[in-house]
């Protein structure tokens, strides 16, 4: 009973300190400088990978702020033939009237051509069932000859983007006569 008492209390004996032979020194030492040199890489690695990180975010932000530079630099040519053709308006005879007219409607056509490359679209809607997803009613006008709920006049043009909506068309709807 005393020897259970002396083994389940007591720490069991140091165990013997063996010593290292050089050849088992030298492995230690390799992979103490292999283990280092992971470490070093592990470190570069990372750093790397922030500056990346940061670099992309950078990169990003550059192509946001400037992403309209291409559609921006075909509306500066725009801009120049409006002020040409008002540069034309000084001249107050018939052909530079006749003139200026053409020129405006050039413009106007370069200008939707400019837009149309950019995706947006016109919303053609006289004619046309009212829709309120890309119309929006000013105001509703008798009509005997165009059915109740059709667009009888476009007030202002609407536009989309591809598939989105930016402006929708104010239009004049028709509703039965003597309601």
């Not at 165990?15 to 570069?44: C, F, G, I, M």
């Not at 400037?66 to 559609?71: C, D, G, R, T, Y």
């Given at each position: 009973m005393v020897a259970a008492k002396e083994s389940s209390g007591t720490t069991p004996p140091p165990?013997?300190?063996?010593?290292?032979?050089?050849?088992?020194?030298?492995?230690?030492?390799?992979?103490?400088?292999?283990?280092?040199?992971?470490?070093?890489?592990?470190?570069?690695q990372t750093a790397d990978f922030d500056n990346f990180k940061k670099r992309n975010a950078?990169?990003?932000?550059?192509?946001?702020?400037?992403?309209?530079?291409?559609?921006?630099?075909?509306?500066?040519?725009?801009?120049?033939?409006?002020?040409?053709?008002?540069?034309?308006?000084?001249?107050?005879?018939?052909?530079?009237?006749?003139?200026?007219?053409?020129?405006?409607?050039?413009?106007?056509?370069?200008?939707?051509?400019?837009?149309?490359?950019?995706?947006?679209?016109?919303?053609?809607?006289?004619?046309?069932?009212?829709?309120?997803n890309l119309h929006e009613a000013v105001s509703q006008q008798e009509s005997a000859e165009v059915p109740e709920g059709q667009v009888l006049q476009q007030v202002r043009k609407g536009y989309r983007l591809k598939e989105r909506l930016i402006r929708p068309a104010s239009v004049i709807v028709a509703k039965k006569s003597g309601v």
């Open positions: 165990a013997e300190v063996s010593t290292v032979s050089p050849e088992q020194l030298a492995e230690l030492q390799a992979k103490a400088a292999q283990a280092d040199e992971y470490w070093d890489r592990l470190l570069r950078r990169e990003r932000q550059e192509a946001v702020k400037f992403a309209n530079v291409a559609l921006l630099e075909k509306l500066v040519l725009v801009l120049d033939n409006f002020e040409m053709g008002l540069a034309a308006t000084n001249t107050s005879s018939e052909a530079g009237v006749t003139a200026l007219q053409k020129g405006i409607t050039m413009i106007i056509s370069q200008f939707k051509g400019v837009l149309a490359e950019a995706g947006l679209e016109e919303i053609e809607a006289t004619g046309k069932r009212f829709d309120p």
